[in-house]
């Protein structure tokens, strides 16, 4: 079975500064690697993916994400992060080896992001 | 831009009564997905359908969850009778997946559910 895990429910950062996301995942074969932000009642924006090539996958506004599989992590960066980056991300995963029901996204729990001014 | 459109944005309703949440889906995607958001469970699929067929509805209370695809402009998720604790808030996926490959999917705003 395929899961995904945030181990931090919330990060805050200074305005200026790099920000980081962690993600850690567990897949039996090759994942799809997805971030997803959640603005304030506003439903999930897809950020970035990860399917095959270059381990560093850049996405919208400025965000980027490195695929390390030896770490088996998928953490979401910025290298100066924004007041309006404040919002909750999502990383999910898909197996490519699993079949039927099971290739779907599975999500993270969620990371609060707040970065202060 | 392409967006999925959810509808109703809000919902109050009483205890037993039947809710229906609508969506339509971005024209061209052949999957459409049903999600949960609650504070304690996160993000939780409920049900998704390929083609208009369901294809795994597992995640859902059968007992009082129903979720359907009339058509391909058009998926619903009804609660019958509701209960307090599915109080949430419900969005719609949509996305186009091709034998192995799979995109970011496009989520809807959301319905937010309040059973009183």
């Known amino acids: 079975a395929q899961s995904v895990a945030q181990p931090e429910d919330q990060v805050n950062v200074a305005e200026g500064n790099p920000l980081t996301v962690k993600c850690t995942y567990s897949v039996s074969g090759n994942p799809y690697l997805f971030w997803y932000v959640q603005y304030p009642n506003r439903g999930l924006q897809f950020l970035l993916k990860y399917i095959t090539g270059d381990n560093l996958v850049k996405g919208s506004y400025g965000f980027e994400a490195e695929f390390n599989k030896s770490q088996t992590s998928f953490h979401l960066k910025k290298p100066s992060a924004l007041v309006s980056d404040s919002a909750l991300y999502f990383c999910?995963?898909?197996?490519?080896?699993?079949?039927?029901?099971?290739?779907?996204?599975?999500f993270g729990s969620g990371t609060q992001l707040t970065v202060l001014p | 831009d392409a967006r999925v459109t959810q509808t109703p944005r809000h919902k109050v309703t009483e205890m037993g009564q039947e809710v229906t949440m609508r969506c339509q889906p971005i024209l061209g995607h052949n999957t459409v997905f049903w999600y949960r958001q609650t504070m304690m469970q996160g993000l939780e699929l409920l049900a998704y359908f390929r083609n208009r067929a369901p294809l795994d509805d597992s995640g859902m209370p059968k007992d009082r969850f129903s979720a359907e695809m009339p058509d391909a402009t058009l998926a619903t998720l009804k609660i019958q009778p509701s209960e307090p604790r599915d109080s949430a808030v419900y969005f719609c996926a949509s996305g186009l997946v091709t034998g192995t490959a799979s995109y970011g999917y496009t989520f809807g705003s959301g319905t937010r559910l309040t059973v009183v």
């Open positions: 999910a995963v898909r197996d490519l080896a699993a079949s039927g029901s099971a290739r779907q996204l599975t």
